[in-house]
């Protein structure tokens, strides 16, 4: 069974600083995903990897993916408010596109 | 890209009824899939809608309690059956476009009593 463990749960930043959240899997997968979600909100789509050593900036957000690892992660330069939200991993289900999603990281970022 | 969009957008329901919520998509997809949020929770694969054919469900999810319909390529319902409290939930449809990036609906916000 593909297991996918985010870490932190709970995240709560300055303003200004920097922080990684981590996320494993367990199996083999062809992709790995990251999705923002505010409250109330569906899903955006943030990121997309598909090889390892794969590096996708946008703006304040990098992620990365280590596919020997079995190791994303998920770096935040400079936070600012408005990054604040819930982030989500998600790992394909055996080649299937069907995903499976860690259990997500609530981002505060305060003044 | 593709929008997504699903109906209702959140309902509340009586213990034994059932609700069937229609996603649309507005460009073709090659797969569709369905997915329960519980509150505070991550996201559960319900099952793969399947175009013209029975649905794939996951472990703990069968077709008597979600039935799951795909007549084309940009439609889907999911309907949730004789609904008790440990349904409410956030139901949400998503599409595979391309190969790799698959985009979500709003999410229907469903209250059972």
């Known amino acids: 069974e593909l297991k996918v463990e985010q870490n932190p749960l709970f995240l709560s930043m300055q303003e200004g600083k920097n922080y990684t959240i981590y996320c494993n899997y367990s199996t083999t997968s062809d992709r790995l995903y990251w999705y923002r979600q505010d409250p109330g909100k569906s899903l955006e789509s943030l990121f997309v990897l598909l090889s390892n050593g794969a590096v996708k900036q946008e703006g304040r957000l990098m992620a990365s993916l280590d596919t020997k690892a079995r190791l994303s992660t998920l770096h935040i330069t400079a936070a600012v408010h408005d990054l604040s939200a819930t982030y989500f991993c998600?790992?394909?289900?055996?080649?299937?596109?069907?995903?499976?999603f860690g259990k997500g990281t609530s981002l505060l970022v305060t003044p | 890209s593709a929008v997504i969009s699903q109906k209702p957008s959140r309902d509340i329901c009586q213990r034994g009824t059932s609700l069937t919520i229609q996603c649309q998509v507005d460009s073709q997809v090659t797969m569709m899939f369905w997915y329960r949020q519980q509150p505070g929770q991550s996201l559960t694969l319900i099952a793969t809608?399947?175009?013209?054919?029975?649905?794939?469900?996951e472990s703990g999810f069968v077709i008597d309690k979600f039935p799951i319909s795909r007549p084309n390529l940009t439609f889907s319902t999911l309907t949730v059956s004789n609904m008790s409290p440990e349904d409410s939930s956030i139901y949400l449809c998503s599409g595979l476009a391309g190969r790799n990036t698959q985009y979500f609906g709003p999410g229907t916000r469903l209250t059972v009593l």
């Open positions: 998600a790992v394909d289900i055996n080649s299937g596109y069907a995903l499976n």
């Open positions: 809608a399947n175009q013209g054919s029975e649905a794939t469900y």
